[in-house]
């Protein structure tokens, strides 16, 4: 309880808001409202999800840290599958692309900071601890870690992939008979170390239309406070199907059926979204590569800190970005306000989406009932779900709510295509967080 007051005094005094209005509800969450100011103060660049050699990574994590790092990202989650980088591990160097990988680090790091041995005639390197190199990496208010991790879970052929951020300890896959229980579970697992920590976590639901896994409905149907969990509204790695189908709904279409039933019908909490690279890759790059740098969050913190990072982020003070910067974001009563900071020659496209409260929530049957093997398929919803409120060409925009909006959240479009796409054509832009309706 005392820690988690502390959090609450900490985020009002430093951001100088009086304004800021956070209380704790009866389960100990620190619930922060929706409406609010917030003064300018620092904003972050980072990644919640990347991999290294500690899993399926194909480079060892400080190449992965150094790689971002002179990117001038503040802070990263090196989320590997189903373990923290911690314990001894040693990783078999036994192909050309390892092998390939393995020399970039030694030109990188020397000779004497990579240890090896022989095994089988296979050389073998014992991968550092995140505790042994990040001190190497980090700086006060220039790069931080926070750690994490992907919990891997499935259901039969289904994977059920949930991110936890600003984790202290491992946490094994929950398991479950549904592809929603499997979720709740290992969101309640993040919030439950979160509470018995006093430290803020939240855990963000993965890549939904991966293999088709997860479904709207599957979202809807969780139970949890606001900054508990979140979901990818966008995810850099090709194989992922962001954009869905002619059957599948796109993710952001998922977010706008997601957020307008929980609101509207449902009066659970607002989900909030989040963009990252899931990088796999550091060594081949281009449009089928798995690599860094696609996508990203801009979180709006007093404070360069895994703590103060994670807590601005539970509070929804943050946007996506896939390129576009923005230079101004205000949610504040009904209204959203935003500002690009425009780059020379490039022009942008705002758009506000939101659903309508006169618009049909719930959602049909599917009427194609031919096979589909594997994948789990979405109700139908009501195409006035998430449509464009408003549109403006320019870089400055502002939208307030006249009432019959459930929500609205704003994306920026810019014409400047994205340097290293995730699918062919990908134009680079932003993503803000909703604004909620007053409730009725
Ligand atoms: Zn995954
Ligand atoms: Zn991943």
């Known amino acids: ?22 209380h704790e509800d009866g389960n100990g969450h620190t619930v922060s409202t929706e409406r609010r100011v917030v003064a300018p103060s620092g904003w972050w660049k980072g990644n919640t999800h990347t991999h290294t050699w500690w899993s399926d990574g194909d480079s060892p994590p400080e190449s992965v840290a150094a790689w971002y790092r002179e990117r001038d990202y503040n802070f990263l989650v090196l989320s590997d599958h189903n373990r923290m980088q911690e314990g001894e591990f040693w990783y078999r160097v036994d192909t050309d692309a390892k092998r390939a990988a393995l020399q970039t680090y030694l030109r990188q790091f020397g000779d004497e900071w990579v240890e090896r041995r022989q095994r089988d005639g296979v050389t073998e390197v014992k991968l550092k601890t995140l505790d042994e190199f990040r001190s190497y990496f980090e700086g006060r208010n220039q790069f931080i870690f926070i750690r994490g991790m992907e919990i891997t879970d499935r259901l039969d052929t289904h994977p059920v992939h949930v991110n936890g951020v600003n984790l202290e300890r491992a946490i094994i896959p929950q398991g479950g008979s549904s592809v929603s229980e499997i979720i709740q579970k290992n969101i309640d697992a993040v919030a439950e170390q979160g509470r018995r920590s006093g430290r803020p976590m939240f855990a963000h639901v993965n890549h939904p239309n991966f293999y088709q896994a997860i479904t709207a409905e599957d979202l809807i149907a969780l139970e949890h406070g606001p900054g508990e969990g979140f979901f990818e509204v966008y995810n850099g790695h090709p194989g992922v ?25 449902q009066h659970k909490s607002i989900v909030y979204g989040v963009a990252t690279d899931d990088a796999h890759q550091y060594t ?41 910067t923005l230079s101004a974001l205000r949610r504040e009563g009904s209204t ?51 449509e464009v409120l408003s549109r403006i060409e320019g870089t400055r925009a502002t939208y307030t709510l ?13 014409s400047r ?8 054509g990908d134009r680079e832009m932003a993503w803000t967080q909703p604004v909620l309706g007053s409730s009725k």
């Open 241 to 265: 199907r962001n954009e869905g189908d002619a059957r599948f709904m796109s993710v952001e279409r998922m977010w706008d059926v997601v957020l307008s039933n929980r609101i509207g019908e």
């Open 417 to 424: 295509l994205h340097p290293n796409p995730y699918s062919q």
């Open 284 to 324: 081949d790059w281009g449009l089928r590569a798995v690599n860094p740098g696609r996508g990203w969050v801009m979180v709006r913190a007093p404070r360069l800190t895994p703590d103060s990072i994670s807590a601005a982020m539970k509070r929804g003070d943050f946007y996506n970005s896939t390129g576009v």
């Open 1 to 22: 309880m005392k820690d988690v007051l502390a959090v609450v005094l900490l985020a009002g005094s430093l951001l100088l808001t009086p304004s800021v209005s956070a």
């Open 402 to 414: 006249k009432g019959d909006e459930l929500y609205v959240r704003a994306r920026v479009i810019s």
């Open 336 to 386: 959203l306000e935003l500002e690009v900071k425009a780059e020379p020659g490039v022009s942008y496209t705002i758009e506000f989406v939101g659903t309508r409260r006169s618009t049909k929530l719930a959602g049909t049957p599917e009427t194609d009932n031919s096979e589909f093997p594997g994948g789990r398929v979405s109700l139908q919803y009501d195409a006035a779900i998430g």
